[in-house]
């Protein structure tokens, strides 16, 4: 069973940085792709930003773009969100989720492991 922890979320001003970080067990971590996504009060869960299983690729929603990165340390298995240029509509519970395989979608369905999220709240 894989278990996956993130950390890092907080209170912000608009206009600052956070990282996140998503920790998951077990031996296979770096065959899969890593996910976050994000899901503000009365919204559905979106998608925010995928890298695949290698760290060489990565994509993100049009909504983030230029602002937050993904990466990941597959020695510490390991996957981060850098959170830059904070805006309050950026304020949602933020989760970190495991690939199908070794290549990150947009889609939901496509990750079968959820962490339990970490809230970021940005104020204006």
């Known amino acids: 069973q894989v278990q996956i922890l993130e950390s890092g979320g907080g209170l912000v001003q608009a206009g600052g940085s956070l990282r996140l970080s998503c920790t998951a067990t077990?031996?296979?971590?770096?065959?899969?792709?890593m996910g976050w996504f994000r899901q503000a009060p009365g919204k559905e869960r979106e998608f925010v930003a995928g890298?695949?299983?290698?760290?060489?690729?990565?994509t993100d929603a049009d909504s983030v773009r230029g602002r937050f990165t993904i990466s990941r340390d597959n020695a510490k298995n390991t996957v981060y969100l850098q959170l830059n240029s904070l805006k309050p509509e950026d304020t949602a519970v933020y989760f970190c989720a495991r690939g199908r395989t070794a290549w990150p979608t947009h889609a939901r369905n496509d990750y079968d492991y959820w962490g339990q999220g970490a809230q970021v709240t940005v104020s204006s």
């Open positions: 077990g031996r296979t971590f770096s065959n899969y792709a």
């Open positions: 890298i695949t299983q290698s760290g060489y690729s990565t």
